[in-house]
């Protein structure tokens, strides 16, 4: 099964990640970088945003929550969560997401960020991270 996702309108290329089953627009400027197996990372021109792309060696959804708040937890302090999970529907896809904000390690700057997961045949991660002005 294959799922699209629109970023913009505007778009440089289609970017397929095969391990995952999905393709989508990668708007004009944007950049990505395979990194690890199963894993793409694509940012904007400033890096203001950054997607995290990856098919999760768990197979359930909640496993695979687990793993990425301790990704979130790696680049981020005094992060929070906003509000619980949710479940719904995308093109098809069974998903969940939840989203927060937190504080840079290293530069103490202000980061969003959401993470969504659909089921395909395992669970496909999509973490996302912006500037707050970004998300403005």
């Not at 005094?78 to 927060?100: I, T």
Request: hydrophobic share 45%; no cysteine.
């Amino acid at each position: 099964m294959t799922a699209s996702a629109s970023f913009a309108p505007a778009r440089a290329e289609v970017m397929k990640h095969e391990a995952a089953g999905i393709q989508f627009d990668l708007p004009t400027g944007w950049t990505s970088a395979a990194e690890g197996e199963g894993v793409i990372r694509v940012k904007n021109a400033d890096e203001s945003v950054e997607v995290v792309l990856a098919v999760a060696e768990k197979a359930t959804v909640e496993e695979a929550a687990q793993d990425a708040a301790a990704e979130v937890d790696n680049y981020l302090k005094d992060d929070k969560v906003d509000g619980e999970g949710k479940e719904g529907e995308f093109n098809g896809l069974a998903m969940w997401s939840v989203s927060g904000s937190g504080k840079g390690k290293d530069e103490g700057d202000e980061w969003a960020w959401d993470l969504t997961i659909f089921m395909v045949n395992k669970p496909v991660v999509v973490l996302s991270w912006a500037t707050p002005e970004t998300l403005k």
